[in-house]
């Protein structure tokens, strides 16, 4: 069965330091891996994605993850965080479990950025 | 337009009630999903259409009912619903069929409370 972990529930950073949230996975075969953020009662957005190719990912808002396959790894950084950035991120992987593609998300982390 | 729509954003219901949830979206996205989440917890996956045909049913109760009358809507109709069911109910979409590399658009969510 495929699985995300987040290890952290929540970061704290200054603004203007750079940020990272930590996500490790487990899929059969090739990871397709993404990063999500849900501000406080919405939905959650896409921020970006990795299929194959280059193992640094440049999404929306100036984040960036960075996919290592031999530490099953998918951490999302930013250079600059924003106070705005605070939010609920979520990492995801695709695959197939249970006999059909899922989606299956990380518990979450929440990114406070402090002024 | 690029959004996912889901009405009511709010609902109340007691036990013995019957109510609907609605998702629309114009993006001519042909795979739609229910998803459910708990407080500080991540999305769980409910039910997926594809090409309006239900696909996967993680099991759901019965008391939960699915139904995609087209390719731009999905309802989740519910009926005699528990308190333990209280959560904000997410709507998704995605391009083509259940395939592995696309990125998902959720609604806002509506937040269901059972009394």
């Known amino acids: 069965a495929q699985s995300v972990a987040q290890p952290e529930d929540q970061v704290n950073v200054a603004e203007g330091n750079p940020l990272t949230v930590k996500c490790t996975y487990s899929?059969?075969?090739?990871?397709?891996l993404f990063w999500y953020v849900q501000y406080p009662n919405r939905g959650l957005q896409f921020l970006l994605k990795?299929?194959?190719?280059?193992?640094l990912v440049k999404g929306s808002y100036g984040f960036e993850a960075e996919f290592n396959k031999s530490q099953t790894s998918f951490h999302l950084k930013k250079p600059s965080a924003l106070v705005s950035d605070s939010a609920l991120y979520f990492c995801a992987v695709r695959g197939v479990s249970g006999g059909y593609q899922k989606v299956t998300f990380g518990t979450g982390t929440k990114l406070q950025v402090i002024p | 337009d690029t959004e996912v729509t889901q009405t009511p954003k709010h609902l109340v219901m007691g036990m013995t009630n019957k109510k609907s949830l609605k998702c629309e979206q114009h993006?001519?996205?042909?795979?739609m999903y229910w998803y459910k989440q708990k407080a500080k917890k991540p999305p769980e996956l409910m039910f997926v259409y594809s090409y309006e045909k239900l696909s996967i049913n993680e099991s759901v109760p019965s008391r939960f009912s699915p139904e995609c009358p087209n390719s731009s809507l999905l309802n989740l109709h519910l009926h005699a619903l528990q308190p333990e069911d209280s959560a904000l109910y997410l709507c998704?979409?995605?391009?083509?069929?259940?395939?592995?590399?696309?990125?998902?658009?959720f609604g806002s969510g509506t937040q269901l409370s059972v009394l």
């Open positions: 998704a979409s995605s391009q083509g069929r259940v395939a592995t590399n696309e990125k998902l658009f």
């Open positions: 990795y299929i194959t190719g280059d193992n």
């Open positions: 993006m001519g996205h042909r795979a």
């Open positions: 899929v059969s075969g090739n990871p397709y």
